[in-house]
């Protein structure tokens, strides 16, 4: 929904096809509020998606792994680019049966894959790829505040902790008796204990970037909000450094980054990014008890989904990469 919503207002791209089972038949002016050439789109079913690849320039998988799998080979054999939002291309191939459930049936396509965050790095070269795997909102949230820590020098590059919390929209759409309102309301857990998919993502996402940290420990929460993730990121002080060494290493990762922000840490918060690709960084340390904390906010359906998925696309056809994202309103009270 988040990624017709964004391409059907870039100034470069043209919705041309939308595949659902759900919506099979009706328009995407239907369900979406979209006007122009783009509402008047019939949505296909999954099975007719084949047939739609033809002659399109770029598609996006906005679907669960095992059918990115399925669909990506269709795709890049009738000649499209592709950027899959779901995990189907993160990782190495041997971690997919432990985070995954599953043998990675694609080893080959897997190789090929490039996986993209932007403000942090990328496996390949993203102007040629044709297939790009797009970052998990935990790992994009928890990436960068981490990454802004070690680039800095602030903290040393083992032990990192985060401790991350998500909106119910991390978990899709489909009903289920854990997501329903009166489960949710006024509760807060945690949930995938040790054995979150985006753990190793992050770590390859550092690796990426020129800093390997090793293992992490991540641990999800689930908050009773819509959207929105606030990452939290502790690392070890490294000798002499201080809360304003953390708050000017924010600053300088930030700097010529136009979807990053540096503020205190305080004012990290979901409000101001919610309906925007923008990411709220702060930092600071103490040195008395040896810690560095840094903290990130994303809307976890833009900057960490489908906001992020245009940003790559718009590098991999060599445009700016804000065009379509810049003037996000938001929904900031």
């Known amino acids: 929904m988040e990624t017709a919503r964004l391409v059907a207002a870039h100034p470069a791209f043209t919705l041309a096809a939308a595949v659902s089972d759900k919506w099979a038949g009706t328009l995407v002016g239907d369900q979406l509020p979209v006007a122009g050439v783009a509402a008047a789109v019939r949505v296909a079913k999954q099975a007719e998606a084949p047939a ?119 978990a899709g759409k489909k009903a289920s008796e854990d997501f329903s309102f009166s489960e949710i309301d006024g509760d807060f857990h945690a949930y995938r204990v040790l054995r979150h998919q985006h753990t190793p993502e992050i770590e390859r996402a550092l690796a990426l970037a020129g800093h390997d940290a090793g293992k992490v420990t991540f641990t999800a929460h689930l908050l009773p909000v819509r959207r929105g993730i606030l990452a939290t990121v502790y690392g070890r002080l490294r000798p002499g450094k201080t809360g304003a060494d953390a708050a000017a290493a924010v600053a300088s990762f930030v700097a010529g980054k136009p979807f990053l922000r540096a503020v ?70």
């Open 52 to 170: 739609l690849f033809a002659g399109l320039d770029l598609v996006f998988l906005c679907t669960p792994a095992e059918v990115s799998l399925a669909l990506a080979p269709l795709a890049l054999e009738a000649g499209c680019r592709v950027v899959d939002v779901s995990g189907a291309f993160r990782l190495a191939a041997d971690l997919y049966p432990r985070w995954y459930g599953f043998p990675h049936p694609q080893r080959e396509l897997l190789a090929r894959a490039c996986y993209s965050m932007p403000e942090a790095g990328a496996s390949g070269d993203l102007r040629a790829a044709r297939l790009v795997a797009n970052p998990g909102c935990f790992a994009t949230a928890s990436t960068l505040a981490a990454l802004a820590l070690l680039r800095g020098g602030v903290i040393e590059p083992g032990g990192i902790v985060i401790d991350a919390k998500s909106g119910t929209t991390g």
């Open 264 to 333: 205190a840490p305080q004012a990290v918060r979901l409000h101001p990014v919610i309906g925007t690709n923008r990411v709220l960084l702060g930092a600071d340390a103490d040195p008395e008890r040896g810690v560095a904390i840094a903290f990130a906010a994303i809307d976890n359906l833009v900057k960490g989904a489908a906001g992020q998925a245009v940003q790559n696309a718009n590098l991999m056809l060599g445009l700016a990469e804000t065009t379509g994202l810049e003037g996000l309103p938001g929904s900031a009270p």
